[in-house]
């Protein structure tokens, strides 16, 4: 590492050191060691499947067809294979110690919990829960990937049509979680963002909220974002490799 990364480490050790009301704030780039793709930037999800087709509300409402192939050949297969990565664990450590608030995380997959965190906000839901529009039962994964080798779009046993637990383009977030973001984002004393590019709102607002009420702002991204010129510290690296130099597992 370069002596600028290493002066930028023991910053973010004294940082986390002195901070105990820690939010970790996770994108598509903290997930990516664990062999998921990110959304933009090259090799992207969305350079390979347009999202305004197979992740967007009105398209799905019309014909889910699109995004019902787009879970079979791409979702499916890399969710169900993907395990968490060094990162996912040194949170979960974070939270042992005591000096992690809260996650928000825009990731669907559910890894986070997976790792064994507790408390975790979804603002952009979760993959691997599938409900009935219509009766609304849930189906895991699994259990959906088996409906659509007999039918696609899958149908419930009610005969209802089924929907991704995840928010897609044109829909709501889940108000509660947005809220229980906002009020972590208020109330932390580091704010901490892990791979995430900031485009996508309200998601991105929260850095923002945070800084706003005195909290200190690190970013740890491969790219730059749009948020650097407010953050205290930025660092342009793997965010998994960071924590993992900056926070021992027990
Ligand atoms: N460590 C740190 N940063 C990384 C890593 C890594 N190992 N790998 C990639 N990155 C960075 C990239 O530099 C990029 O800026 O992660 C960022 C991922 O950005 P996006 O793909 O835009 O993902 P994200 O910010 O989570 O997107 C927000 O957009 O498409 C919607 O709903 C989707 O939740 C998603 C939202």
């Given at each position: 590492?370069?002596?600028?990364?290493?002066?930028k480490?023991?910053?973010?050790?004294?940082?986390?050191?002195?901070?105990?009301?820690?939010?970790?704030?996770?994108?598509a780039?903290?997930?990516?060691?664990?062999?998921?793709?990110t959304?933009?930037?090259?090799?992207?999800?969305?350079?390979?499947?347009?999202?305004n087709?197979y992740?967007?509300?009105n398209?799905?409402?019309?014909?889910?067809?699109?995004?019902?192939n787009?879970?079979?050949?791409?979702?499916?297969?890399?969710?169900?294979?993907?395990?968490?990565?060094?990162?996912?664990?040194?949170?979960?450590?974070?939270?042992?110690?005591g000096?992690?608030?809260?996650?928000?995380?825009?990731n669907?997959?559910?890894?986070?919990?997976?790792?064994?965190?507790?408390?975790?906000?979804?603002?952009?839901?979760?993959?691997?829960k599938i409900?009935?529009?219509?009766?609304?039962?849930?189906?895991?994964?699994?259990?959906?990937?088996?409906?659509?080798?007999?039918e696609?779009?899958p149908?419930?046993?009610?005969?209802?049509?089924?929907k991704?637990?995840?928010?897609?383009?044109?829909?709501?977030?889940p108000?509660a979680?947005?809220?229980?973001?906002?009020i972590?984002?208020?109330?932390?004393?580091?704010?901490?963002v892990?791979?995430?590019?900031?485009?996508?709102?309200?998601a991105?607002?929260?850095p923002?909220?945070a800084?706003?009420?005195?909290a200190?702002?690190?970013?740890?991204?491969?790219d730059p974002?749009?948020?650097d010129?407010?953050?205290?510290?930025?660092i342009?690296?793997?965010?998994?490799?960071?924590l993992?130099?900056?926070?021992?597992?027990?």
């Amino acid at each position: 590492m370069t002596s600028s990364n290493d002066g930028k480490i023991s910053e973010l050790k004294k940082i986390i050191a002195t901070s105990d009301k820690i939010v970790a704030f996770t994108g598509a780039g903290f997930s990516a060691e664990s062999g998921i793709s990110t959304f933009r930037g090259a090799g992207g999800l969305w350079s390979r499947y347009d999202p305004n087709i197979y992740a967007n509300i009105n398209i799905f409402m019309q014909d889910s067809s699109y995004y019902w192939n787009f879970f079979k050949d791409e979702r499916y297969p890399v969710i169900k294979k993907a395990k968490p990565n060094d990162g996912h664990y040194v949170l979960v450590e974070l939270e042992k110690l005591g000096k992690l608030y809260r996650v928000i995380t825009q990731n669907i997959d559910g890894l986070h919990q997976v790792a064994g965190q507790s408390d975790v906000i979804e603002l952009h839901g979760n993959t691997r829960k599938i409900y009935c529009l219509n009766c609304e039962k849930t189906y895991n994964l699994d259990e959906t990937y088996k409906l659509l080798q007999k039918e696609l779009p899958p149908k419930c046993s009610c005969g209802g049509n089924l929907k991704p637990g995840t928010i897609l383009f044109g829909e709501p977030l889940p108000q509660a979680a947005l809220e229980m973001a906002r009020i972590a984002a208020q109330n932390c004393d580091l704010f901490l963002v892990l791979g995430s590019s900031l485009v996508v709102y309200p998601a991105a607002s929260m850095p923002r909220i945070a800084k706003n009420n005195g909290a200190t702002l690190v970013i740890i991204n491969i790219d730059p974002t749009p948020m650097d010129e407010i953050a205290d510290l930025v660092i342009n690296n793997s965010a998994s490799k960071i924590l993992s130099t900056v926070i021992k597992r027990g």
